[in-house]
């Protein structure tokens, strides 16, 4: 238990670490391993509020086209977006994802020292390279003023892409990137020393490397975001 939590960095819970114990052919209660985990000080961090974007009626909003049905039949279906910062040494940081909610998968995502337009347009070339034109999928985000902008939106048009927005001040309709944005800060920013900004950028591409390939989730049958999709997609 202790050999999976460090390997973790201490973000793996009592069903997770169950879980992983179980793929080492250790059958054990997951309630035993929440007290054994209890009595060993193994435990997981607390969360913060995300970063707001919204700037006023500036620009045209979309429909709320997602209306909170987060779940998809297959890849490529349904994509949310939004933006969260991190504050250290005196300085921010933003991070600009796009995710899947087939598989939670982190598809794109592009890091900037300021909450810049071309940070988002940058993201979104990334995640076009990904997937042909005219699948009609669905990519959600909040009111924020980079989402408003004509060309963000010229761009999802040209693409063949609907836009979807939440309703003005309603987080729970991108509850599921708020929830990714929540495991990253318990995850990472609170669960880890930092020397420098630059040390904590090369954690976080490390990171978000890990959360698609290595971090399981009970959703998917506690596989990995890319575990699951490249099972279910020979399957």
Known sequence: MKQIFTD???????????????????????????????????????????????RGDVGKVAPNLLNREFQAAKPNEKWVTDITEFHLYGQKIYLSPILDLYNGEIISYDISNHPRFSQVMGMLDRAFKKIP???????????????????????????????????KATCLDNAVVENFFGHLKSELLYNQEFESVEHFVQ????????YNHKRIKKKLNYMSPIEYRLLQETA
């Open 8 to 54: 973790n960095k201490g973000r793996y819970g009592y069903r997770r670490i169950t879980a992983e114990l179980k793929k080492k052919g250790l059958v054990i209660n997951h309630k035993t391993v929440m007290r054994l985990m209890k009595e060993l000080n193994l435990h997981c961090f607390v969360r913060i509020k995300k970063y707001n974007s919204y």
């Open 133 to 167: 034109d005219n699948t009609g999928l669905i990519l959600h985000s909040d009111q924020g003023w980079q989402y408003r902008m004509a060309a963000y939106q010229e761009a999802l048009v040209g693409k063949g892409i609907h836009q979807s927005m939440s309703r």
């Open 203 to 210: 954690e976080l591409h490390a990171y978000l490397e890990y």
